[in-house]
């Protein structure tokens, strides 16, 4: 069973950083994509940034300019920097890794969410 785990979640003023960090347990045979999703309370579940394993990244267009994206392809580990941030961007964070199997089936595997909280 594969474990996602991410970390780096808190408390942080308006304009100020926090970094998300995301880890897999396990190799995969072939990544496609990894990616931060986040959903706040009564809302649904929006992408936030997305890296390809071109290190291609795309991002919501809330957070562009402001967050980024980055992956340690020998680590098999994705990194989210969040600047200036707002009390919208409040919400939790997931990491998402997609992957295909050996036997070719796609699969999604989620972390269990890391809380981020913007307020002064």
């Known amino acids: 069973q594969v474990v996602v785990t991410e970390s780096g979640g808190g408390l942080a003023q308006p304009g100020g950083s926090l970094r998300l960090s995301c880890a897999a347990s396990?190799?995969?045979?072939?990544?496609?994509?990894m990616g931060w999703y986040r959903q706040a309370p009564g809302r649904q579940r929006e992408m936030v940034a997305l890296?390809?394993?071109?290190?291609?990244?795309f991002y919501g267009d809330s957070v562009k300019g402001r967050f980024t994206i980055s992956r340690d392809n020998a680590k098999n580990t994705v990194s989210l920097q969040m600047n200036s941030l707002k009390p919208e961007d409040t919400a939790v964070y997931y990491c998402?890794?997609?992957?295909?199997?050996?036997?070719?089936?796609?699969?999604?595997?989620w972390g269990q969410g890391t809380q981020v909280t913007v307020s002064s």
């Open positions: 890296i390809s394993t071109s290190d291609r990244p």
């Open positions: 998402r890794y997609k992957i295909t199997t050996a036997e070719n089936e796609i699969r999604d595997h």
């Open positions: 396990e190799s995969f045979f072939r990544l496609l994509n």
